[in-house]
Nanobody, 118 residues
Framework: QVQLVESGGKLAQAGGSLQLSCAAS????????IAWFRQAPGKERELVAQ????????EYGNSVKGRFTISRDNAKNTAYLQMNSLQPEDTAVYYC???????????WGQGTQVTVSS
């Protein structure tokens, strides 16, 4: 069973950039589709981005299109979320998730807090 650990969340300025990492253990990341979700206080969990078996197969939530990029390095067993042009509305806990099938995620990390100040 794969375990996921997110890192990289911190306080950032609006307009700045952050890169989140999702390190996998107990399994081979290349066997899974990967997604990033986020949840802000009082709001429902939102899909930010997902990537399938092939690194060319990606999908983004409307609110982050053109600003965020999901990627994976299977050799390092790590996935990433590059976040540019950050906005205060991006403030949330960000979760990494993995699943055998894209769109169905069985394994979740503990989350990492991203706070964007204006």
């Amino acid at each position: 069973q794969v375990q996921l650990v997110e890192s990289g969340g911190k306080l950032a300025q609006a307009g700045g950039s952050l890169q989140l990492s999702c390190a996998a253990s107990g399994g081979t990341l290349s066997s899974y589709a990967i997604a990033w979700f986020r949840q802000a206080p009082g709001k429902e969990r939102e899909l930010v981005a997902q990537i399938g078996w092939s690194t060319t197969s990606t999908e983004y939530g409307n609110s982050v299109k053109g600003r965020f990029t999901i990627s994976r390095d299977n050799a390092k067993n790590t996935a990433y979320l590059q976040m540019n042009s950050l906005q205060p509305e991006d403030t949330a806990v960000y979760y990494c998730a993995a699943g055998e099938t894209r769109g169905i995620y069985n394994y979740w990390g503990q989350g990492t807090q991203v706070t964007v100040s204006s």
